[in-house]
């Protein structure tokens, strides 16, 4: 038998918070909750095997004569490793994975703002999904911008809260931000009068030295966090993300979510990562030291003014004019950032990914170079 332990969420915040048609669905039932063994004869699937099969993977498939088969539905060995490595006390019923962390931020809204009515609240500058989210599940958006050290301005968001807001989103590290939002920061907002869900995107959260939020979440049922294996784990490419939360929560994203939605290829190679973390401390270790180069060197050019903080794989500077421009003509020099200076307290900044030490110096290179062009 495939199916992993039910949660009721007829209890709890999720009963609280969750739309009623919500609570009120019956998932759809797949193949394989059932049975996952035997002669497989249950799923109208081809039982003459795949047409095509991965010729770039790390290691030959075991299971290249299973890709007929539907993948498993609960991903129940990569929770298992992932609360493995995270540790925290959660278990396999604290995790939801999903298509990268963006389908639990859709989940998320879909689940719990009834659209027309319920609204979200961010904090900008951060990262853009949350509005298009929220526009697409026709949510409205209450916005309290970051201080302009891009720390949380809690107050004034606890006030502007109201009962339609049922989702607080916290990037933290933050993009464009680079900032970690201190964990006495994120309890401060769970422990207050907010009766919502506090979202905190933890992205980044393994270049930074603050800690986990999911060390809250089985004190704050209010808490939820967004994690995914593209940034550290460097596997943008298989979209695997997770949310972390109270079973209540998780039982309702698996309720909600497609039946098959990680397929067996992604989740073969998020299994392998997870079993080799060794490697993934080795990769950080390299970012980490890169950074420290990058933003030495950044903060010894004149026309830079400020270099952010980072407590992430980037860093957010701001030069004193020409940020745009000297952003187009590096990329059309073949060295591609993120002009960042149309977002709130991002004036004449450019966000720079840390890359490969070659990689780096071209980039310092090419942006001494530009600048100076520019100036004549």
Same mark, same amino acid.
């Given at each position: 038998m495939a199916e992993e332990k039910k949660s009721d969420p007829s209890t709890g915040i999720a009963h609280l918070l969750a739309r009623k048609n919500i609570l009120e669905l019956s998932p759809y039932r797949c193949a394989r909750d &059932?049975?996952?063994?035997?002669?497989?004869?249950?799923?109208?699937?081809?039982?003459?095997? *795949?047409?095509?099969?991965?010729? @770039?993977?790390? &290691?030959?498939?075991?299971?290249? @004569? /299973?890709?007929? +088969?539907?993948?498993? *539905?609960?991903? /129940?060995?990569?929770?298992?490793?992932? %609360?493995?490595? +995270?540790? %925290?006390?959660?278990? *396999?019923?604290?995790?939801?994975?999903?298509?990268?962390?963006?389908?639990?931020?859709?989940?998320l809204m879909r689940i719990f703002c009834q659209p027309a009515q319920d609204k979200i609240l961010t904090t900008p500058p951060t990262y853009g999904m949350y509005k298009v989210c929220a526009k697409v599940n026709d949510v409205g958006i209450i916005t309290v911008p970051l201080e302009k050290d891009f720390s949380l301005r809690v107050p004034e968001m606890l006030a502007a809260v109201t009962p339609e807001v049922k989702l607080l989103f916290i990037c933290s590290p933050g993009n464009p931000t680079a900032k970690a939002i201190p964990l006495s920061v994120i309890e401060a907002v769970a422990k207050s009068q907010y009766k919502g869900l506090v979202v905190v995107d933890e992205a980044y959260v393994d270049f930074s030295t603050e800690g986990s939020a999911i060390s809250l979440v089985n004190q704050y049922p209010n808490i939820v966090v967004l994690q995914t294996l593209s940034k550290a784990f460097g596997l943008a490419g298989i979209r695997c993300g997770f949310c972390i939360g109270g079973p209540d929560v998780i039982q309702l994203m698996n309720n909600v979510k497609a039946p098959y939605n990680v397929n067996a290829l992604t989740s073969e190679v998020a299994i392998n990562a997870l079993q080799k973390t060794n490697v993934l401390q080795d990769n950080i270790a390299k970012v980490l030291a890169q950074r420290k180069v990058v933003m030495e060197k950044l903060n010894n050019l004149d026309f830079v003014t400020e270099v952010f903080p980072s407590d992430s794989n980037f860093v957010l500077f701001r030069m004193k004019e020409k940020a745009l421009e000297c952003y187009k003509q590096m990329a059309d020099g073949g060295?591609?950032?993120?002009?960042?200076? /149309?977002?709130?307290? %991002?004036? @004449?900044c450019i966000r720079v990914t840390i890359g490969t030490e070659e990689e780096n110096n071209k980039f310092l290179a090419l942006l001494e170079t530009t600048f100076k062009a520019l100036q004549g």
């Open positions: &059932d049975y996952s063994e035997g002669v497989l004869l249950d799923a109208n699937e081809n039982a003459y095997g *795949p047409t095509s099969l991965p010729t @770039n993977s790390l &290691d030959p498939y075991d299971n290249h @004569n /299973t890709l007929e +088969r539907y993948p498993d *539905p609960y991903q /129940t060995p990569m929770k298992e490793l992932f %609360c493995k490595y +995270r540790g %925290c006390g959660i278990t *396999p019923a604290h995790v939801f994975v999903g298509v990268g962390s963006d389908e639990a931020i859709d989940l060295v591609v950032t993120r002009y960042r200076g /149309t977002e709130i307290h %991002c004036e @004449n």
